[in-house]
């Protein structure tokens, strides 16, 4: 029901934007303007009363779901406190990264020893923690915004570094599915700034189609961590060669 108010307040702003007027709508729907009137206020429109509406302000009805998301972007990061919430217990924060990945209820129990009660626990307190909505029949809603992020060296960002310092890099990169590059080179303070541009945009990207493939089957997906880092550093191997 909330996802229902967030859109009908979005299409009367954008009816609003558009100079537009209930007399308008209900020319378009063939209704009086009280009947309009009463659509919006029982939020009862159907679906080709939505598009007829959108048509009117030369908009389709992804754009008015855009605007709406844009209205309500979602969190965009936890407190340290809830994150603590959530890596205190490996299986609360496997959870949360298979719903931010847009896993359903099934396809965790289908996938990872866990009966539906315990996940049920787990995306309770989720829920609580605002990163999704529960719905009836345990459908997920996620709450956070496009650009969600953990804390830097937050609770859950310090787990994963160790994990990365530990795993990551024990792995065959020669394999079709995986790639390492180590760039050694001299750069300018501008030119460290510019290509530092570069990888804030492509990980961008990376989330761009992560998003874009969490609508196919779980099982048509791979699990891949892409890992972008660039520092000021000397091998520590070659510091004794340096004059004092």
């Not at 340290?80 to 217990?89: G, L, M, S, T, Y």
């Not at 890099?169 to 300018?188: K, R, T, V, W, Y």
């Not at 290509?195 to 779980?218: G, P, R, S, T, Y």
Request: hydrophobic share 45%.
């Amino acid at each position: 029901m909330a996802q229902v108010t967030a859109i009908i307040d979005t299409l009367k702003s954008c009816l609003k934007a558009h100079g537009l007027r209930y007399v308008e709508v209900a020319k378009v729907l063939n209704l009086s303007e009280a009947s309009v009137k009463r659509l919006f206020r029982t939020r009862s429109f159907d679906l080709e009363q939505l598009q007829n509406i959108c048509q009117l302000m030369g908009m389709e009805i992804s754009d008015l779901i855009q605007a709406m998301n844009q209205r309500n972007p979602g969190i965009a990061q936890l407190s340290v406190a809830q994150e603590e919430e959530i890596a205190k217990d490996p299986a609360t924060l496997l959870i949360a990264v298979c719903v931010l990945n847009r896993w359903t209820l099934e396809e965790m129990v289908s996938f990872y020893r866990f009966s539906e009660s315990d996940i049920i626990r787990k995306l309770a307190l989720l829920d609580k923690l605002n990163i999704i909505e529960l719905l009836p029949n345990n459908h997920i809603k996620l709450k956070v915004a496009a650009n969600f992020h953990w804390q830097h060296n937050g609770p859950i960002a310090t787990f994963f570094k160790s994990t990365i310092e530990r795993e990551l890099f024990n792995a065959d990169f020669e394999q079709p599915s995986n790639h390492l590059a180590i760039l050694n080179g001299m750069l300018s303070a501008q030119s460290a700034q510019a290509f530092q541009l570069k990888l804030k945009k492509l990980a961008q990207e990376f989330d761009q189609i992560n998003n874009a493939d969490a609508a196919l089957d779980v099982n048509k997906r791979d699990g891949v961590t892409l890992v972008l880092a660039m520092r000021d550093w000397h091998y520590s191997t070659f510091q004794s060669f340096i004059r004092a």
